[in-house]
């Protein structure tokens, strides 16, 4: 039998029913930031820069890290630096650095052959692939009875929307009807009825990944799309509310409703031009547009359309996944009538991949297929977070750590008017947004300067995405020096 492990914090925790179940501070965690070199990247990354820079492109290195040294919650550069990571590889480490758990995930000689012996999984999976799929990846479905592995959440993302395609003209073709030669040859020349002109509808703002087909539907930054052609598919508004919420209600359902609208007017646009539109895509948050939210009736509503036109319906969870908002999966803080028709994920999740309905499973072999389709030291990683998670109650400890954060920047907020406003989010995993994208560009690097690692996202917002393991004492420890630096550019 593979063995699983506990930190001993968590196993203490277990055998006394305490509430300290929900600590997850890895044994020899630093205490706090350090900083020792006067700029950053200090200079042992700038060197390191210039040598990657003559091999590839670099310009997006923010410092070179010590993985070796980098522990829980904090990362530390070869410099010697060490941070406060509550941006933890953009959203991607689920519970921190060099957790026992997963250090001792290939200690096990099974799964480090697995892992040498890196399988074609479509083709020739491991004896152990159907349990564990079942055991791991279903264990904690929202939903959906089928999944299929991936890479990342740009594939993942890629391979979803074939689906929604297939799916649409199943539907339109009849469900046991065969592809006629016409469509068999027309899809080897790009051209219809084999390669039919259907759309996906996305929304302004949305972030799908930097793939050829994610692309067009990717809507956040124009250098992600500059000089790619791009498919012709209708695009939404997503709504845009006024903050704070409770004193915005009768403003923010009027805009809800603006944009619904929008997307039937484009929907019935689009199938009226021959167009059909066969999937809706869509975040439960809109992460690199800047961390845009939509309330629970938008998505109910959206849901509805979507049925109504016989369009699929993707949530894109790659970046809120894996329990950063307090639930296994955003969307469940929706209650929706169904599940979606297809959840895609990565990042938190360590695999790629995405969950579907049984409509949405593809009846011919090759359809949804690549060498690789993920990787099962991935699934096992997984596998030992989960168990993280559930042993420690890390998704009450989200919830309880992220009042306390959400509480001190609507503090600051107050305080700050003139440069803080718009405090939103889910769990930990929030945003604010500065008065103009210079002063949040200046707070995110003045952050760092005193060892806190932020993020932006869209024109003017700072991102938080911590792992789930962030503990009181690290609110603590980014408020105090957050006010230090609100203080010093006020």
């Known amino acids: ?80 630096n060490v941070f406060l990571d509550i941006f933890m590889q953009i959203s991607s480490m689920p519970i921190g650095y060099n957790h026992p758990a997963m250090l001792n995930v290939f200690k096990d000689e099974k799964r480090l052959k697995a892992l040498v012996n890196r399988p074609a999984l479509g083709s020739f999976p491991g004896e152990y692939w159907p349990k564990k799929l079942k055991d791991v990846l279903l264990s904690v479905s929202p939903g959906l009875p089928n999944v299929m592995t991936m890479m990342c959440g740009s594939c993942s993302n890629e391979n979803a929307f074939k689906c929604l395609f297939m799916t649409y003209m199943k539907h339109q073709r009849g469900e046991n009807v065969d592809f006629s030669e016409l469509e068999k040859s027309s899809c080897m020349v790009n051209q219809p009825p084999g390669a039919p002109d259907l759309t996906l509808l996305s929304f302004h703002g949305g972030f799908h990944g930097r793939t050829m087909g994610t692309l067009s539907t990717t809507h956040s930054k124009a250098i992600h799309k500059l000089d790619v052609p791009a498919f012709d598919w209708p695009t939404a508004s997503f709504p845009k509310y006024k903050y704070p919420l409770e004193e915005h209600f009768k403003e923010n359902k009027a805009e809800d409703d603006k944009c619904l609208a929008q997307v039937e007017e484009l929907i019935e646009e689009y199938n009226k031009k021959g167009r059909p539109v066969a999937g809706i895509v869509v975040e439960p948050i809109q992460s690199e547009g800047g961390d845009n939210e939509a309330s629970p009736e938008f998505f109910q509503k959206l ?188």
């Not at 890895?26 to 200090?42: L, M, Q």
């Not at 200079?43 to 290195?61: F, G, H, R, Y």
């Not at 930990?428 to 760092?448: E, I, P, Q, Y």
Request: with cysteine.
């Open 1 to 80: 039998m593979w063995t699983r492990c506990v930190t001993t914090v968590a196993q203490n925790a277990i055998k006394t029913g305490s509430s300290r179940a929900a600590s997850s501070i890895v044994s020899g965690e630093p205490k706090e930031p350090k900083i020792v070199t006067s700029e950053i990247p200090g200079p042992k990354s700038k060197k390191l820069i210039a040598e990657l820079d003559s091999v590839t492109q670099s310009s997006s290195v923010q410092f070179f890290a010590d993985y070796e040294k980098s522990l829980g919650n904090y990362i530390t550069d070869v410099d010697g």
């Open 303 to 490: 849901q509805r359309i979507a049925k109504k036109y016989g369009a699929g319906l993707l949530i894109d969870e790659v970046q809120t996944g894996g329990g950063p908002t307090g639930k296994m999966w955003c969307h469940e803080h929706f209650d929706l009538e169904t599940p979606p028709d297809i959840v895609t994920f990565s990042k938190k999740m360590i695999t790629g991949g995405f969950y579907h309905n049984i409509d949405q499973k593809p009846a011919q072999p090759y359809r949804i297929y690549n060498t690789w389709l993920g990787d099962p030291g991935k699934l096992f990683l997984l596998e030992a977070f989960l168990d993280v998670l559930k042993q420690q109650n890390l998704l009450d400890q989200v919830n309880s750590v992220g009042a306390k954060l959400k509480s001190g920047l609507h503090d600051y907020e107050k305080e700050y008017p003139s440069l803080l406003n718009s405090v939103r989010g889910r769990g930990t995993f929030l945003a604010v947004n500065a008065s103009t994208t210079a002063l949040r560009d200046k707070l995110v690097g003045n952050l760092k300067k005193k060892g806190i690692l932020s993020g932006g996202s869209g024109d003017n917002a700072i991102r938080f995405r911590p792992s789930l393991t962030l503990q009181q004492n690290h609110v603590e420890i980014f408020l105090d020096r957050f006010g230090q630096v609100l203080k010093e550019v006020k």
